[in-house]
């Protein structure tokens, strides 16, 4: 870890507290400038610190990069290319982990995990999104199956900080989606933030292991 990365961590966690109070307290332009804010320090950290590989390292920030494109999007209410820039940070969040040693048993607990999720919430989330739109239901569903990649492969690593991130990234995502489809979410939006940077943050360390 470089002393740059520390201090670019260190603003991240700043950033997100400032954000979750914000949010919690509906003060949005604070959350307009602290949700990003937080996005910003994590690229920097991932970009500073001291990886155990640079692919797995460029593959997780453009992962970042998208996701702090999907937050904009968000905040802007412009959910489909929102969803969208999620979806191909996914995408490249995958295609790092494909890069890492995998332990078979931890895939399997992950793929476990995985239908357990979409048993409990998948199907009732992409089946409220087809009711708004087939377009929607179907961004949804490829939605799912991107995250469900990133779930697997991130609990197959075995690294702790990567298993807890994909996890919380999942329950975040579930959340965000339940909220928004289904019916309200436990926690509401303060909780999706928490996990969701939360998240973020424990796979921009995992890269110290990956």
């Known amino acids: 870890m470089t002393s740059w990365a520390a201090i670019a961590l260190g603003l991240a966690a700043l950033a997100a507290v400032v ?23 994590l690229i920097a950290a991932a970009c500073t610190l001291e990886p155990a590989s640079d692919v797995v390292r460029w593959w997780f920030v453009a992962g970042l ?7 904009v ?6 959910f489909i290319p929102g969803a969208a ?15 890492v040693p995998l332990q078979p048993g931890w895939l399997l607990a992950g793929t476990v995990l995985l239908i357990a999720i979409l ?10 999104a087809s ?23 991130g ?29 309200p979410a436990p926690g509401g939006r303060t909780l999706v933030h928490v996990t969701y940077h939360c998240a973020q943050g424990l796979l921009v360390v995992a890269l110290l292991t990956l």
């Open 19 to 41: 954000d979750w109070w914000s949010v919690a307290t509906d003060r949005q332009r604070v959350e307009y400038v602290a949700k990003p804010a937080v996005l910003i320090a």
């Open 65 to 71: 990069a998208f996701g702090l494109i999907g937050d």
């Open 73 to 78: 999007l968000l905040m802007l209410d412009r």
């Open 85 to 99: 820039a999620f979806l191909i940070g996914h995408v490249a969040y995958a295609a790092g982990l494909l890069t």
């Open 119 to 128: 048993g409990v919430a998948g199907g009732r989330i992409v089946g409220a």
């Open 131 to 153: 009711e708004k739109s087939s377009t929607l239901g179907a961004i949804v569903g490829a939605y799912l199956i991107a995250l469900g990649a990133v779930l697997v492969l």
């Open 155 to 183: 609990v197959g690593t075995a690294v702790p900080a990567a298993v807890a991130g994909v996890v919380l990234f999942s329950l975040s995502d579930a959340l965000l989606a339940w909220g928004r489809f289904v019916g």
